[in-house]
């Protein structure tokens, strides 16, 4: 099945460092999504991307939808430790109802 | 933002038992509704897609007769897992769609908090 590459799959960083992380796919992408999620918790989403080049802020948080349609990053700014959690980026095929998920990247802040 | 919950939130059960998880959207329709497992330090893998109204579509690999669904209205839909065991020991997460927001590419799913099921 489908799948997207997220990387890296973790980063150890200290507060107030900016954060970059990516998705890619072999596939093309009609939205592009970047989830939160805490422990014992559901994703949250965070950005939402519908169209090639589209760049979308959230506060410190930045995402953009890449012109190939299959690849986005999000970056974050001046990271604080409420930011620590698992982002995921999540594509969604053209047509379809579903997303699909990448692995996760597991963000730890050392204050 | 839309909001959807999940219940129980956690629960344990003993092996060869049936468990229900319930997942409603609060303050939308939500047509279809996905159901997703997620093991430990993993990410969320889709098990299926519910449609109000009719049979829930599997994804590849998941028994349709051991996690039943039901959507029958347009708020609630059911997870039930049958005769578990303890590798159906998981998070399972539901998420809705806004109907409401629907545009041609637009597909924004809201997710529940989770129920974390323990087989033992």
């Known amino acids: 099945g489908q799948q997207l590459n997220q990387s890296p799959q973790s980063m150890f960083i200290q507060e107030g460092e900016d954060v970059s992380m990516n998705c890619t796919s072999s596939?093309?992408?009609?939205?592009w999504l970047w989830y939160k999620q805490e422990p014992g918790e559901g994703p949250v989403l965070l950005i939402a991307l519908y169209k090639a080049g589209e760049l979308t802020s959230n506060g410190r948080l930045t995402a953009q939808f890449g012109i190939t349609r299959k690849d986005s990053f999000l970056n974050i700014s001046a990271s604080i430790p409420s930011d620590v959690g698992i982002y995921f980026c999540?594509?969604?095929?053209?047509?379809?109802?579903?997303?699909?998920f990448g692995q996760g990247t597991r963000l730890t802040i050392n204050p | 933002g839309a909001v959807v919950s999940q219940h129980p939130s956690w629960v344990i059960c003993k092996s060869g038992t049936s468990v229900k998880i319930e997942c409603r959207s609060l303050?939308?329709?939500?047509?279809?509704m996905f159901w997703y497992r997620q093991f430990p330090k993993q990410s969320l893998m889709l098990m299926a897609t519910s449609n109000e109204g009719s049979k829930a579509t599997y994804e590849q690999g998941v028994e349709k007769d051991k996690f039943l669904i039901n959507h029958a209205s347009l708020t609630l839909s059911t997870l039930t897992v049958t005769s578990a065991h303890p590798e159906d020991s998981s998070f399972y997460i539901c998420?809705?769609?806004?109907?409401?927001?629907?545009?041609?590419?637009?597909?924004?799913?809201?997710f529940g908090p989770g129920t974390r099921l323990t087989v033992l």
């Open positions: 303050d939308f329709q939500a047509t279809t």
């Open positions: 998420s809705a769609r806004d109907f409401s927001t629907r545009r041609s590419s637009y597909n924004e799913q809201f």
């Open positions: 596939s093309i992408f009609n939205t």
């Open positions: 999540a594509g969604q095929l053209l047509g379809a109802q579903k997303l699909v």
